[in-house]
């Protein structure tokens, strides 16, 4: 999500989305704006993750104390990156995430048990869309990050990085998606694909990928294309017989 509606967001759970992404390297204001979101995908049954920037990582306790299902950190070109985004997510002695059991992550205020059991669940991704991080886990080999839940590969950074258009067709980026997809698995992490649309996805699983998660598109382009098809259905059918 890049518009900051609880309303939408609750509205894409009961339409059938499982988890929402308040977006905030791309512009999703504020911590008040991810809190909003939170208690509402809460009371549909939905979930909350926010993706940060790697220069944001000062956010990642304070959002995991609003009560966030996850985490997602873009940019990593580094596996330093990804244990160092890991850390501020964490309680001691995993990690270096401040323990107060009065924020909205405890089920009740002074509950530390149950702030622990939330900090344990909290997922923590990473986003895998660059050359360099590609790079050092292929090294690496499968050799898990401890703390990591998964890889999210963007394949629109991922081929900007290499200059390459962000289409399965490209063998090049296709490698690289392969890449990240293998050492995931290898690694007993998870691993999802952004796509545009069914469209898309469909495209790569043609290349035989199958991510066992999908982020399926960006909430003004889902909304844009929608109305437009809505509109252009509405206007077929103008003049014509019921």
Known sequence: M?????????????????TVIPDMEHGFPSLTEVKACVANLNAVGGRCMVRVGPGMVNLVGPLADLGVH????????????????????RFPPEGRRSLNPFVEAAPTPGDVNGL???????ELWA?????????????????PIEGLSG???GPYDL???????PVPDEADLLAAVEDFAKWAQSSGAAWSLFVRDAEALGAWQNKGLQPSAVV????????????????????SGVGSTP
């Open 2 to 18: 890049g518009v900051p509606s609880p309303d939408f967001a609750s509205l894409a759970v009961q339409a059938g989305i499982e």
């Open 70 to 89: 996850g985490l997602i950190l873009s940019g990593a070109r580094s596996v330093a990156d990804i244990k160092s985004f890991i850390a501020m997510g």
């Open 116 to 122: 622990n059991g939330s900090g344990r669940r909290l």
């Open 127 to 143: 986003m895998a869309e660059t050359r360099d991080l590609r790079t050092e886990l292929m090294d690496r080999g499968p050799n």
């Open 151 to 153: 890889l999210l590969v």
């Open 159 to 165: 081929a900007n990085d290499l200059g390459l258009n």
């Open 216 to 235: 399926l598109g960006y909430d003004r382009d889902v909304w844009f294309s929608a109305i437009q098809q809505n509109v252009a259905s509405a206007k």
